[in-house]
C-alpha cells in the first residue's frame, strides 16, 4: 500500500515537473528557430534572434520593467517591514483587522485593481500620474500584501526573549531592530520582496491599463507585438527574461540568504 | 555588614485584578550568592523581571546600586539576566554573542575581543568561538548564556532557574561551577530556582517566597534547621509536620517547651523559638534525621524526647534507610537512620525512639 503511494507520488512529481519544464523547452527550442515560422531543428539554429533583442525596441521596455521592479520590491520591502513591524510584532491596537485590511488587496482581481487604479486617478483628475508614476503605484498595492505577509509570518515566529536579552545587555530600541530583529526576519522580508519583485517584473493585467505610448513595460511590448505577429524574437525574450528574473533570485538569495543555514528561534 | 546592591521596600505587582507579588521587601548584599526559592507560579520571575526592569512595579520601590530604578529600562540598567531558556542570539557565533553586551557599549574591537576571552574562559568554554548557538550542547549554552551575561561585567547577574534544561549530573556540576564564577568575580548573584537542593549548595542566603510573599529569609542551615512556617519547613528537605496544642512554658533548665502532640495526645520538649511566642505556635517539625532509635548506639548526649512505637515500613535507599514508625497514640514518623541499623529494622518490631529536644521546632502556621 504505502508502496503503491510512493510510486503514484513518483509518477504526479514528474508529471508535474514535465508539466513546467516542457513549456519551457518549447520556447527556447523556437528562439533559436532559423525561420521566423516557429520550426525546430536540431541540425540548423541560430542566435539571430537574441541580437535583434540588443535594439531599442526591446532594450528600452526591460529597463523601464527592471527600473518598476526595483523600485517597487524595495518600497514594498520598506513599506512592508513597517507594516509587519506594528502589526505582527509590536501588535499595535487593532492589529487583526489592520492585518486584514493590508492583506485585503489579494483577494481583488488584477483586471478590477488596475481598473480602479485608472479611473481613481482620472476621477481624480491626477492624469499626469498615468504611466510610471501610475504603475508604480499600483505595483505597490498590488505586491505589498505578499510582503507583509513574509514580513509578517517571520515577525510573528521571532522569540520575542531575544529582544529582552538584548535589552538588559545594553541595546537600544534601534539597536535592537538592527542586530537582533532585521538579521532574523531578513530571509523572510527578502523573500517577500523576491516576490514583489517577479510579480511586477512580469505584470500584464495591471500595467495595461497605466502604460504611456513610448513608456511599455516589456511584458506589454511582447503583448503589443504578439498583435502583428508571432516569431522567435517572443521567445528570445522570453527565454532573456526567464534567465534575468533567475539571475534576480539568485542575488535576492546571496543578499537576504533564503536558505540561510540558521533558524529563527533558540533552541 | 557589606553594602546592599539590589532593595526592593514594599514591592507589590498587579496583573489584572491578581496581586501576584505582595509587599515584598528585600535586600541583597553586594558579592553575595542569593536564591529566591519557591514553587512554581509564585511570583519568581515576576520579581526577577521588576528586578531586570521589564515589569514594572504596581507600587514600592526598586533601588540598584543605592538608586531609585523607577522609569529607568531595562537597556539602562547595567544588570546582567541569564535566561531559563538562554535566549542566545542563533544568528551570531558565541564570539558574537558573547561580545554582543560589551558591543553595545560601543567598546573597541579589541576590548571586545578581550571581554569575550575572558568570559568564555571563567565558564570554561574556550576553542568554540565560532559555533552557531545550534551546534553547542545544552550545557555549552548554558555556559554561553553565562558568558554573555557576565561578559559585560555586571556588578549584578540575575539568572532564573538557569539550570532546569540540563540533566542532574550536568546539573550537579554546573551548580559547583556557577558558585565558582561567582566566588572567583565577586559579583552579586540573584538566583531564582524552584529546586530547594540546588538554593542550598549554592546560596549565601536563600530567601523562600509563597504565593507572592516572603515566607521567610536567612542562610541555608538557618533556613533548614529553623523554619518559621510549616509550608518552609515542608518546601526544604524532607519534615515531619505535627499540629500541636497546648504549649506550655519553658520547664527545664534548657529553655525547652512542653507541648502536646494533638493527635497523639503525647507530651514533647521543643526547642524555644526566638520571636515567636508560645500561643502562636501551631505545628512541629521534626526533620526525619533526628529522629533515632534509642538504643546504645543511637545515643544522643543532649536532652531528648523518648518515644515507643512500631516500625511500619522501611526502604533501603543505600547510605540510608527511609522508615515510617507508628508512634504510640496514633502518629507516623518518618525517619532516616544510616543504614548500619538495618539489622534493627524489622517491620513490625517496637522500637524506642530518641528526639532531641532541640531537634523539635514549633512553627507559626
Ligand atoms: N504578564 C502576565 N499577565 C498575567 N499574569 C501573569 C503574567 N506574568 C505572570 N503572571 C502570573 O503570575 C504568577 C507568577 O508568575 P511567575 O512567572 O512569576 O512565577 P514563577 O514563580 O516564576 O513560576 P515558575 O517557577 O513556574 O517559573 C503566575 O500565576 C502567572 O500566571
Ligand atoms: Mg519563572
Redesign the pocket.
Known sequence: MNRLLAILFKISLAAILAFITLPLLVVIAASVSPTPAVTFRPSDWTLGWYAALWDSRWLDPFLLSVKLAATVSVASGVLGALGAYSVAYAKCPGHTAIMSFLLSPMSVPQIVKGVAIVLFLSSAGLFNLLGTPGLVVAHIVLTLPFVVRMAATAMFNFDKRLDRAARILGAGPAQRIRYVLLPLIRSGLFSGMTFAFILSFNNIPISVFLVKPGQTTLPITVINHLEYSLDPVLAAVNVASLLFILGAILLFEKIGGFSAQFHGGSK | MSTIDIELHSVSKK??A?R?VKNVNLSIPKGKFVSIL?P???????TLNMIAGFESPTSGEIRIRGRDQNGVPPEARKIGLVFQNYALFPHMTVAENVGFGLKMQGRSRQEIAAGTKRALKSVRLEGFENRYPKELSGGQQQRVAVARAIAPSPSVLLLD?PLSNLDLKLREAMRVELKEIQQDLGMTFVYVT?DQEEAMAMSDRIIVMQGGVVAQEGAPADIYGRPRTSFVADFIGKSNILPISDVGDAETGNGSLRVLLEAAGVPIMAAPMPGLGPDKARFCCIRPEAVRLADAAGALDEPANLLTGTIQKVVNLGAYLEAWLLVDGGITLKSMIRSTRLDKLVVGRRVELAIAHAAVQLLEE
Do not use: A, D, P, Y
Open positions: 496583573f489584572g491578581n501576584i519557591g512554581s507560579g509564585c511570583g519568581k520571575t515576576t532557574e524552584h
